[in-house]
């Protein structure tokens, strides 16, 4: 891992995690330098917007655009990141394909096409011109507004885009190829960039853009968002076994997504179920082992920082770990590596939802306590980035009078 001079990034982050100081929390900061290279900036009001109505308006009556690749990467990004509605930041808003913390997707996305820059409006669904770019080559920058983020995120806002950028990115890529579309990431400490490659037009995508949208109502419905109280459920043995290929397939992916983001590690903590022993595994090779037998999902609750979920039903709490070392690398690295973070808990999400599980994930809990109970320090690694799994209440009252 490169960590010959720190970032901000993780000098930060490891602020937040190990020292936790309420004054950097109790006022609104200003953007430092990583910040303002990613701030994004409101386009003017030039003559020459894009309309991008009449494509939304396509796919969500089930068409398949099959245009030049431009039309074909518009038509993805309003499949993958349009709001379904929009929420208050104070709640947990309904959107179509992954989630963000709070409901804010700072998001912000650039498109640069043919030496020209445009801004994705997607409030107003319009492509607004944003000056002159370099080179003529089809690509997306990804940005955010960090002023939307409340104090109590200062110190972590950074890792949020980058974790949050992984989620899109994992949205992106699973419905790229139906289109017709190779995606390559270039992450620097000046930009986070999507190069497209256009591998032709492409057959009829309609069945997946309607397996996504499929999936974007599953997980948008009340069994997501009324899910902090879930309905009692166990793992067994097929489920492990699922989980662990649905991890391992998103690892193998990942490799080529991301091909410099740095080894990522996972603890898969378990309660008892049908053939499934309680315990604390680790999650390598061709089946996880356990390293502690005692069950541990009430003491991840008790480590959990928020009081909106509730433990005592869920079956299983799995976190993604990272090189001890994370906490000394540069800006780069540190961002490529959230968003491989972000790509990997998408993945997981998506898995669950197939087999009727909502997967929440989190990152704000007891560092020390979590480090200590997953036994990290043995591997040279600290936990990360959680997911909650879980059967949703809501699901077992479809169907049922009001």
């Known amino acids: 891992m490169d960590h010959v001079a720190t970032g901000r990034c993780a000098i930060d982050e490891f602020s937040f995690r190990y020292l936790a100081p309420a004054q950097a929390s109790a006022a609104a900061r200003e953007l430092d330098a990583y910040e303002r290279a990613f701030q994004a900036t409101p386009a003017g009001d030039g003559a020459t917007t894009v309309d991008l109505a009449p494509l939304f308006r396509a796919l969500v009556t089930g068409a398949a655009p099959a245009g030049d690749a431009r039309e074909r990467l518009l038509?993805?990004?309003?499949q993958v990141h349009q709001p379904m509605t929009v929420t208050p930041c104070a709640g947990y808003g309904v959107h179509a394909s992954y989630p963000s913390p709070r409901a804010y997707y700072p998001l912000r996305f650039t498109l640069l096409d043919q030496?020209?820059?445009?801004?994705?409006?997607?409030?107003?669904?319009?492509?607004?011109?944003?000056?002159?770019?370099?080179?003529?080559?089809?690509?997306?920058?990804?940005?955010?507004?960090?002023?939307?983020?409340?104090?109590?995120?200062?110190?972590?806002?950074?890792?949020?885009?980058?974790?949050?950028?992984?989620?899109?990115?994992?949205?992106?890529t699973a419905l790229a190829p139906h289109a017709g579309l190779r995606i390559e990431t270039v992450a620097t400490t000046r930009s986070l960039r999507?190069?497209?490659?256009?591998?032709?037009?492409?057959?009829?995508?309609?069945?997946?853009?309607?397996?996504?949208?499929?999936?974007?109502?599953?997980?948008?419905?009340?069994?997501?968002?009324?899910?902090?109280?879930?309905?009692?459920?166990?793992?067994?043995?097929?489920?492990?076994?699922?989980?662990?290929?649905?991890?391992?397939?998103?690892?193998?992916?990942?490799?080529?997504?991301?091909?410099?983001?740095?080894?990522?590690?996972?603890?898969?903590?378990?309660?008892?179920?049908?053939?499934?022993?309680?315990?604390?595994?680790?999650?390598?090779?061709?089946?996880?082992?356990?390293?502690?037998?005692?069950?541990?999902?009430?003491?991840?609750?008790?480590?959990?920082?928020?009081?909106?979920?509730?433990?005592?039903?869920?079956?299983?709490?799995?976190?993604?770990?990272?090189?001890?070392?994370?906490?000394?690398?540069?800006?780069?690295?540190?961002?490529?590596?959230?968003?491989?973070?972000?790509?990997?808990?998408?993945?997981?999400?998506?898995?669950?939802?197939?087999?009727?599980?909502?997967?929440?994930?989190?990152?704000s809990y007891d560092q020390l306590a979590i480090d200590n109970l997953l036994q990290t320090a043995a591997d040279g690694q600290r936990a990360y980035y959680g997911l909650l799994v879980a059967r949703n209440r809501c699901r077992e009252a479809w169907g049922v009078l009001r």
């Open 194 to 363: 999507l190069e497209l490659h256009d591998d032709g037009t492409p057959a009829d995508w309609q069945a997946a853009l309607a397996a996504h949208r499929a999936y974007a109502r599953e997980r948008s419905s009340g069994r997501f968002h009324g899910g902090f109280y879930p309905a009692p459920h166990t793992f067994d043995v097929p489920a492990v076994e699922a989980l662990h290929g649905a991890l391992a397939a998103a690892q193998s992916a990942l490799a080529r997504i991301l091909p410099g983001a740095p080894p990522i590690g996972a603890r898969l903590c378990l309660r008892a179920g049908h053939g499934v022993d309680p315990g604390v595994y680790r999650v390598t090779g061709s089946a996880p082992a356990c390293i502690d037998p005692r069950d541990p999902v009430d003491a991840c609750g008790r480590a959990y920082n928020y009081d909106n979920f509730n433990f005592r039903t869920v079956p299983a709490v799995l976190f993604l770990c990272v090189d001890e070392l994370a906490f000394h690398c540069n800006d780069a690295t540190f961002t490529e590596m959230n968003m491989a973070l972000g790509y990997l808990n998408q993945q997981l999400i998506r898995h669950l939802s197939g087999h009727g599980l909502v997967g929440r994930p989190f990152r």
């Open 115 to 172: 030496g020209q820059r445009w801004q994705l409006d997607m409030r107003q669904l319009r492509l607004r011109p944003d000056g002159a770019a370099a080179g003529a080559r089809l690509a997306l920058e990804l940005r955010a507004d960090f002023t939307l983020y409340a104090p109590l995120y200062n110190l972590f806002r950074k890792s949020l885009f980058a974790l949050e950028a992984g989620h899109f990115l994992a949205e992106l």
């Open 75 to 78: 038509a993805l990004l309003l």
